[in-house]
């Protein structure tokens, strides 16, 4: 560390927030953008950041009804992976783990990406062969993938209970060692600062309540700081895509849900890897601060409610304990939820619409922390090009109609999870 970097840390370490630059500008919006981006979430942001980076488009506004991350950015449990089995998904998301590999060094932001790993846990014969295969076409994509046999989670995760007489045996299971998390809040802010500083409007307190449209396209939107024109907009809202596309006269095949997640009480460091259990429906890792975090599945009906019910935390809580046993003389801290959009097949939407110059970018189910470099990236060639880019040109929402769907539900901690 420099001198003047020390001096600084004291500096600023002693001055309880007073005279700290803003990290990005707070401009009124302009009456007309080439641009705009509905969503101030890390999808949202990313989208800006790289349409002006890669695509020289920088008359560009994200619009944020709230504040930047508080949507389902900031209420993740930040597992980071890419151990997906189809082409339409292993190509997309592996470009977006990349991506995460020079997150920090490209933002000049600390992400806190941490590559410690995800192991998914097989509890039968008949799931080690269905892990085989997907570990078999990860390697063939050239995504990492390692097939452990029990000895070996045992060794890994010592805590874990791999006895025989345990509830749910472990007889093995697949390990993406690339994988691991992130700071999710950092993640939003980062792109915030890039983008912001190569002339992005960042917009907070901003909801859109109307798409307008003339001619069969996109003119602009209606917003509670007024109307701003715009010949592109392009939607990234999570769990409030449904309700965008209603605006711009769209149906989707998209249900709300929610899901939840907790944390335990800080204790020092017990888990050095993101662990999942599909059969037994949770996940679980330790973040820096000590918590263990802990997620399951859904809760059962549609809801635009951020918070759950009871049975699902007794749920998660009680395969926790079923594997670890030892964590049962802790304490729960925290429980929250985000709205889920769940695409009929699990896969994300991201592709232009039937009305020009509407953009969708939803549809992320479970799991679009991770994927929140990959989907700006293509998101913003998507909508400066007016094409997508090769990695998510199965991402259409023809496919539904079609029958080309990407039917990958078994990616993820739990059965239907990605
Ligand atoms: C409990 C939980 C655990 C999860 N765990 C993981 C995980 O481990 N790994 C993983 O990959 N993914 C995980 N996810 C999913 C992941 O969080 C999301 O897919 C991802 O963060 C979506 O990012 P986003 O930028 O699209 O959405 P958001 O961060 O939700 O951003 C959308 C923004 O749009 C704003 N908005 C909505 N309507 C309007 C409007 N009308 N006008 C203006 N702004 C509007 C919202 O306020 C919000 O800030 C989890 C989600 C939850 C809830």
Redesign the pocket.
């Known amino acids: 560390m420099t001198r003047y970097s020390i001096f600084s840390l004291a500096r600023n370490a002693l001055s309880h927030h007073r005279n700290w630059p803003r990290v990005w500008r707070s401009p009124p919006p302009k009456p007309a953008y080439d641009a705009i981006i509905?969503?101030?979430?890390?999808?949202?942001?990313?989208t800006a950041y790289y349409l002006a980076r890669n695509h020289g488009v920088r008359n560009v506004a994200v619009?944020?009804?709230?504040?930047?991350?508080?949507?389902?950015?900031?209420?993740?449990?930040?597992?980071?992976?890419s151990n997906y089995m189809l082409q339409g998904n292993a190509h997309f998301y592996e470009h977006s783990l990349k991506l995460w590999e020079g997150l920090s060094q490209d933002l000049n932001y600390n992400v806190m990406f941490s590559q410690r790993g995800v192991l998914n846990l097989a509890h039968s014969d008949g799931q080690m062969e269905s892990f085989a295969r997907r570990g078999n076409a990860m390697r063939l994509n050239g995504i990492d993938a390692e097939l452990l046999d029990r000895a070996a989670v045992a060794a890994m995760v010592p805590l874990l209970d791999c006895s025989q007489k345990a509830r749910f045996p472990v007889h093995g299971g697949l390990l993406q060692p690339r994988g691991g998390?992130a700071r999710?809040d950092a993640v939003?802010w980062g792109y915030a600062r890039a983008a912001d500083a190569l002339g992005v409007d960042i917009i907070q307190n901003?909801?859109?309540?109307g798409i307008k449209r003339a001619g069969g396209r996109v003119v602009g939107v209606e917003?509670t700081k007024g109307e701003i024109a715009a010949a592109k907009v392009g939607?990234?809202?999570?769990?409030?895509t449904s309700?965008?596309a209603e605006?711009a006269g769209l149906r989707l095949p998209i249900e709300s849900h929610?899901?939840?997640?907790m944390v335990s009480e800080p204790l020092k460091p017990v888990l050095d890897t993101v662990v999942t259990s599909g059969a037994t429906h949770m996940?679980i890792s330790q973040s820096d601060k000590g918590e263990l975090v802990m997620?399951g599945d859904l809760d059962g009906y549609n809801s635009f409610a951020q918070r759950g019910n009871l049975p699902i935390i007794e749920h998660v809580v009680a395969s926790v304990l079923a594997l670890f046993p030892t964590f049962g003389r802790l304490r729960l801290m925290r429980t929250?939820?985000?709205?889920?959009?769940m695409s009929m097949d699990g896969s994300p939407i991201i592709c232009k619409t039937p009305l020009d110059g509407f953009y969708i970018?939803?549809g992320?189910?479970?799991?679009?922390?991770?994927?929140?470099p990959g989907?700006g990236w293509v998101y913003a060639h998507t909508i400066a090009n007016d094409n997508p880019h090769p990695f998510n040109e199965a991402y259409t929402l023809e496919r539904f109609a079609e029958g080309y769907v990407i039917d990958e539900k078994g990616a993820g901690?739990t059965p239907g999870a990605?």
């Not at 619009?63 to 992976?81: A, M, Y």
């Not at 939607?235 to 409030?240: E, F, M, P, T």
């Open positions: 509905v969503g101030g979430g890390g999808h949202g942001l990313a619009l944020e009804k709230g504040w930047l991350g508080g949507g389902n950015t900031g209420r993740n449990t930040t597992i980071v992976r998390t999710h939003a901003c909801e859109v309540t917003t939607i990234a809202v999570a769990g409030h309700q965008l605006m929610l899901l939840q997640a996940y997620g929250w939820g985000g709205i889920m959009d970018n939803g992320w189910c479970y799991g679009g922390f991770k994927a929140t989907s901690p990605h």
